[in-house]
């Protein structure tokens, strides 16, 4: 065979010599030879451009890691602690895991939930002291069926009511006060009576249907307050006995801040005692899919609140002599102007945010790459912190604009009053904005933000503002002696509802390490042992009880063990709803979080 034929042999893809390449005369046995030279050549071939392709992907790799594979772009942050069990009451935890896992179990507890439900144990805005105002009554109601549901509870453990409807539960524990804080709370936002027909089951009804307990406080959250009660109730009927004291303490006005109840509770217990606690647990976050990994989110931080009178006066009249614009003219001026210049949202490495985001970029498998070694790098550069920042905060996207929600001090106006007659003019009118604080804020400089927004707008219309307790235009120069503004703006705080952001919860160190194991063992006891959740700190949007406990202990976490998809419609909406299994899990956690809790002396 030539040369020439044997650069042909090379250039054909079949596999095979065309029989126009080889001679007629060509014996067999050198046409089988040609074929193996062939084929022996093709795997030689093939052998050297795999072997160079693996010798290009190691440089590639090289000049450019893979965030997820190079340990650089893996933060050393967010370290997971084991999933943590009772040791010393271990056989005790695998009874009571089986008991849980019993149809019996689920059925009583949809019982113990769905009554919870049927007592309309509502809130209104404009309730009136304990006492005085007849609606706190249906709390008397509630307590009797908490007394008939839990028998034990109220045969064991002492129960002080505060402010006649704050429940205080101690199960004193075998050794000298050393205590664990769950707290939780048992009122309920009213149900809008015109969206009754619109619920698939009555809203009061607690019914179990579909594998669903119905009705208002089923997600919030008297789910909470009858799981704590559930674990005690069941811990109680199998002779367990704490070594550490534990207090449930149940508010019940949460929802208009806590003042009747938590914040009384708090008192009593700085009064009386303990006034010192291992951790306190109250309501928050809850378990999710995030980038291909379960996350269950801690709630360590908390904004601040702060509501804000605007209100506009001017002299009235008939309204067929009407002025440039009226004192509601001049409002919706004034909202126009606020909701134009939102706060804007940063992000910082002190923010929870900041710490949530480096534990997907540690252990969610299918966040961007890109993002991951961003968020990675934004640890020690500025200008990787603002790519990171701009990454997060896109707001034409629903998790861009949560993203943006936690980081910034929001507005909301959700109330607005002005005019009587429709033939007068309005004296008055005045909106009324909700602002929860960013954590890296404060009140103060709220108060001097909105202050300044409204100066130069009011003094260009020749307005007078009061801001805050403070005549902001009584040395501008437009006013002259015996001046009169066309109208009066005042800006003032409303309700006296000033709430500072909470103080930050330490992510490490024994409370954290205990509550973190606990979430992960309640998980896979409920999932199984190859399901894996990832615990990490987030920061709640709304507010909680803690506020009134402030001081109490370093370790306060908000936390509700339920996963989102257990929840149907959300809360404080139509058709709320909850698991029974998710309901029944929430159980599991409270009842291993109370016998870690008890052997855990580094606490």
Known sequence: MDKQQSISLLAHPQGKVPASDLSPSTPSFVTSAVHRIYTDSKLRLVLFVVLLSVA?????DKVFPSPWKDDRYVPATCVQVDPLRPFVNGDLASHLKSIYEKPDFSSRAADWLGGAVRIPTELFDDNGPVGEDPRWDVFGKFHDYLRGAFPKVHEELTLIKVNT?????????????????????IDVVPVEPRTYSQWEEPPFSGVLKDGWIWGRGSCDDKRGLIGNLASVETLLEADFRPRRTIILAFGFDE????????????????????NEFALILDEGGTYSHEYGQMFAGVSTSEKGYFDVEVKVAAPGGHSSVPPAHTTIGFLSQLIGQLESTPHPPHLTRSST????????AAHAPDLPETLRRTIVEAGESDEALKRMEFALINEDTPRGRMIAAMLRTTQAVDIISGGVKI???????YAIINHRVSTDSS?????????SLFTQFTADRKLGLTAFGKNVHQSLTWKSPGFTPIANVTISEAFGSA????????????????????????YQDSEGDEKQVIVTPTTVRGNTDTRWYWGLSPNIFRYSHIGAHHSRNGAHTVNEAVKLEGFVNCIKFYTTLIMNADEADSL
């Not at 945010?353 to 997907?360: T, W």
């Not at 009140?443 to 202050?451: A, F, P, R, V």
């Open 56 to 60: 290009c992907l190691n440089i590639f």
């Open 165 to 185: 409807y704050g429940l205080l539960y101690t199960w004193t524990g075998l050794l000298p006060y050393d205590s664990l804080t769950p707290v939780k709370l």
């Open 255 to 274: 929802e208009s801040g806590g003042n009747e109840g938590a914040r009384k509770l708090g008192t009593y217990l700085r009064e009386n005692g303990p």
């Open 353 to 360: 945010v900041f710490e949530l985001y480096q534990c997907y």
């Open 423 to 429: 033939n007068a003019l309005p004296e008055e009118a």
């Open 443 to 451: 009140i103060g400089e709220l108060k001097h933000k909105i202050t």
């Open 499 to 522: 709430l500072e952001p909470a103080p930050v919860t330490p992510t490490t160190g024994a409370a954290w390490r205990l509550l973190g194991g606990t979430i992960r063992s309640a």
